[in-house]
C-alpha cells in the first residue's frame, strides 16, 4: 500500500545552519504531497503542500519540490532559528485527502 | 478565520471510565478523522466519517467508537478507559479539494 518514510529524528542544528528533512513516498497514482509542522504543545498546522509533480511548496522560508522521479518531497529551509524548533510530518494525500504520513522529524535548534 | 476546535486540551480520567471527546469544525467538510499522536509511532488514525451518520474504521479502532449525528460534529468515545489510552487525540477535517485542518488537540491520561 502507499506510505511515506521520513529520516528519524531528532535533528538538532544550530541557529542560521542549513535543514534538510528528507521524506519519500510510494504510491499506486499521483498524490498531494504536504508538509504540517506541530510546535510544542499544539496540534499540527499545514507547512506547505504541492499537488503535482515538479511544483515546489513554499512558506515561511521553507520549500519542498514534488519529485516524481525520485518520489521524494525533502523540506529545506536556508537559515534556521530557534523558533523552527517543533516536530514536522510529511505527509501524502488521495483525491479525497485521506493522508497518509510519516513518523515525524522532531527538530532541535540550539541558538 | 476558520476552526476546528476540540473540546479539551487537558483530560485525567481514571481506568473503566467512559470518556467522550469531540469535536466542532465549522468549515461544513464533509471528511472528519479521529488520530491518536505518540511519542515514536506518529499519527495512527483510529476512525474517519465521510458523511453525517457514517463511519469507517482506521487502523487503531480497538477500544474506540465513534458518533456523527451532525455534519460539523465529531465524537470519540472510550467505552472503558484504559491506561494504555493515554496519549494525544486530533482530530481533523478535510474536504475535495482541502487539505486536513486540525484541532489542538487533546492530551489525555488515563490513571
Known amino acids: 500500500g502507499d506510505s511515506v518514510t521520513q529520516m528519524e529524528g531528532p535533528v538538532t542544528l544550530s541557529e542560521e545552519a542549513f535543514l534538510t528533512i528528507n521524506c519519500t513516498y510510494t504510491a499506486t497514482g499521483y498524490p498531494s504531497l504536504f508538509w504540517y509542522v506541530q510546535y510544542p504543545g499544539e496540534g499540527l498546522q499545514l507547512l506547505l503542500k504541492a499537488t503535482k509533480a515538479d511544483d515546489k511548496g513554499s512558506n515561511k522560508g521553507f520549500e519542498a519540490t514534488y519529485r516524481k522521479e525520485t518520489t521524494s518531497f525533502h523540506l529545506e529551509k536556508g537559515s534556521v532559528q530557534v523558533s523552527d524548533s517543533a516536530v514536522y510530518f510529511c505527509?501524502?494525500?488521495?483525491?479525497?485527502?485521506?493522508?497518509?504520513w510519516g513518523a515525524g522529524t522532531k527538530l532541535i535548534i540550539k541558538p | 478565520d476558520v476552526k476546528v476546535t476540540q473540546s479539551s486540551r487537558y483530560l485525567v480520567k481514571r481506568t473503566g471510565e467512559k470518556v467522550f471527546l469531540e469535536c466542532v469544525q465549522d468549515?461544513?467538510?464533509?471528511?472528519m478523522f479521529w488520530y491518536r499522536q505518540d511519542p515514536g509511532l506518529g499519527l495512527r488514525l483510529i476512525y474517519f466519517?465521510?458523511?453525517?451518520?457514517?463511519?469507517e474504521k482506521g487502523d487503531i479502532p480497538e477500544g474506540y467508537s465513534v458518533s456523527r449525528e451532525k455534519k460539523e460534529r465529531f465524537s470519540l468515545i472510550l467505552e472503558s478507559a484504559s491506561t494504555n489510552q493515554t496519549s494525544m487525540y486530533l482530530c481533523?477535517?478535510?474536504?475535495?479539494?482541502?487539505?486536513?485542518?486540525f484541532g489542538s488537540g487533546t492530551r489525555l491520561t488515563v490513571v
Open positions: 466519517s465521510y458523511d453525517v451518520k457514517m463511519k
Open positions: 468549515m461544513d467538510h464533509e471528511n
Open positions: 481533523a477535517s478535510s474536504d475535495l479539494g482541502a487539505f486536513d485542518t
Open positions: 505527509a501524502s494525500g488521495d483525491s479525497n485527502y485521506q493522508l497518509i
